[in-house]
């Protein structure tokens, strides 16, 4: 059996290595490393894969959720809610702009964004909503779509970890997530569903203004060459993660069915085991695993952690804290028990090895471990 690893990197390109390697040999070559051919078709193939009309490859997830919020010109101290249980980058990029983060409790089977709660903390200087897709699942983005309208609010989804994920409407008309908002953005970090091998990202909407402003601020803030129209940045995907990302959007669906069959071979395992709830599947959302995160009582759930390394399993906090309890967010005068649902979820989580390359053997043995430690 191969070791156990949360994500297994290696497996992954040692199958596509001759179709990977041919792709960044190719650039190599031709030395454009830089806005080389292969950024754009990138872009193009993302495009048409989440049938979205604009796609600006950016340098990773952070700096897509940062110039998705320049884009949108909005004025200072306003406030933009995002979850509090959440990786700490939708937050941050929302505070360094000098807008204000407005913490949201989450749903606690889905672990996002809850619509009833984001309604209660509109204010009249809330000018955005970012709800975050976590581990692999889409956010209730109808409701959330419906209170942004009613109340003339932006929308940015967070879609870092759930490239591929289908939204349902209450038609059952499906959208990718990160299409149904004003602006969508994703992360290429390796260990994301769609991983290049360095930082990625990139930033998607249907509007075809909001493209070119978003396109602009990416590249200096230039309209055209030495003629910067406003403040920007530097943020580019090279064409190496380019050429690999080409390859690699090729067979996200693939990637995506193997995450999928993983998580029902857990769950066939632990469906039935006390003190433990398997991931919850939200009706309105196919679920693409980015992580396999259980729901342990919190009194065993460290216990379960410590057991499992001992027994050679890796396992992961995502994540051990919410953000408004975070020193950095401290100035917002945040206090415990502010968002009951994300401070219980930090003491209940634990995600298992999550990947393409995880095989039947490994997950019995995986399984086989966490099933011990609840029989004991
Ligand atoms: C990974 C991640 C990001 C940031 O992506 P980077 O490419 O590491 O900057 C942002 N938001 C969420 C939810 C993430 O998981």
Known sequence: MNPLQMVDLKGQYQRLKPEIDAAMQAVVESTAFINGPQVQSFANSLADYLNVLHVVPCANGTDALQIALMALDLPAGEEVIVPAFNYVATAEVIALLGLKPVFVDVLPDSMCLDPAKVR???TDKTVAIMPV????????MEELMDLAIAQELYVIEDNAQAIGAQYIDAEGGTSFAG???HIGTTSFFPSKNL??????????????????????????????KYHYSRVGVNSRLDTLQAALLEVKLQHLNDFILRRQKAAATY???????????????????SHVFHQYTLQVIPEKRDALKDYLQQAGVPSMIYYPAPLHLHEAYAYLGYKEGDFPVSELLCKCVISLPMHTELTELQQAFIAEKVLRFFQQ
């Open 120 to 122: 209660a903390a509109i």
């Open 133 to 140: 897709h976590l581990f692999g699942q889409c956010a209730p």
């Open 179 to 181: 299409t149904l908002g």
């Open 195 to 224: 991983g290049c091998m360095g930082d990625g990202g990139a930033i998607f909407t249907q509007d075809e203004e909001l493209a070119a402003v978003i396109k602009q601020i990416a590249n200096h803030g230039q309209q055209k």
């Open 267 to 285: 769950d066939s395992y632990f469906n039935e085991v006390e003190g433990l709830s398997i991931p919850s599947r939200a009706p309105y959302s």
